[in-house]
């Protein structure tokens, strides 16, 4: 029975490439992340018969965390030292990175430690900035930051790949369904075509131990769509 990533297919479906617009520097990390999630997503695909992760499949996942990290990092040095009157102070500038917090008042009171005053005087640019905090609901932002640090710091995150039996239909126009055993599409035409068609599949999703159970390699996509969205708005400001 053919073994399938549902995750490593929609990866083939929603991987963006291409110029944003951003200078030289920054199109370069994000292209190199997208290269990483490329490798990720084969280094999956090679050992779904054995539901292995490897090492190098661990490796991979915190290296695109940490590359995610530092883009966001990079950028905001670029917006601060822009905005803020404090640069060049060296002994400052070595504490600014991107903020991401659980507390609205954490994130004003590191945004004073930096001489960020932009909550009234550049309300804009403190909206944009509000928008991915975890305080704000953005807990994608908060496991970025956490498994950052813990890939780069203290150890590889684990992680847990499982297979189930179920049922999958790839249509004339490239559309795949798949579905667990016993369930399938709600509308009843869709159901039909997908029950006398579907071939009899392994679906294997691989878990994140300790982060709610996230796919890691949809996480990183995830991640990377954002960040190709919200940094050309935050250069903007830089």
């Known amino acids: 029975m053919q073994r399938l990533s549902l995750p490593s297919l929609m990866y083939k479906l929603v991987a963006n490439r291409g110029d944003l617009g ?35 499949a ?18 905001f040095v670029r917006v601060w030292r822009k905005q803020s009157p404090a640069c060049p102070n060296a002994t400052i500038l070595r504490q600014v990175k991107f903020p991401i917090y659980e507390k609205q008042n954490d994130f004003i009171q590191y945004l004073k ?45 684990s992680h847990a790949m499982i297979a189930q039996k179920g049922k999958c239909l790839v249509r004339q126009d490239g559309s795949v369904i798949m579905c667990t055993a016993g369930s399938g599409p709600a509308d009843p035409r869709s159901r039909a075509e997908f029950e006398a068609t579907a071939e009899d599949v392994e679906l294997v999703s691989i878990n994140l ?14 991640m ?15």
């Open 22 to 56: 951003v200078d030289v520097e920054m199109q370069g990390v994000l292209d190199r992340i997208a290269e990483l999630i490329d490798e990720l997503s084969i280094e999956f695909d090679v050992h779904l018969d054995d539901l292995l992760i490897t090492e190098r």
């Open 58 to 75: 661990k490796n991979l996942f915190a290296e695109v965390q940490v590359k995610l990290r530092t883009a966001l990092d990079m950028a």
């Open 113 to 157: 430690k930096i001489h960020l005053d932009i909550v009234v005087k550049n309300p804009q640019l403190y909206g944009l900035l509000l928008q991915p905090q975890p305080f704000n609901g953005a807990t994608a932002m908060k496991h970025l930051r956490d498994l950052a640090n813990l890939g780069k710091h203290i150890e590889l995150p």
């Open 209 to 222: 131990i300790n982060h709610l159970g996230a796919d890691p390699l949809m996480s990183c996509v995830g």
């Open 224 to 238: 990377h769509l954002g960040l190709r969205r919200y940094l050309p708005k935050l250069l903007a400001y830089a």
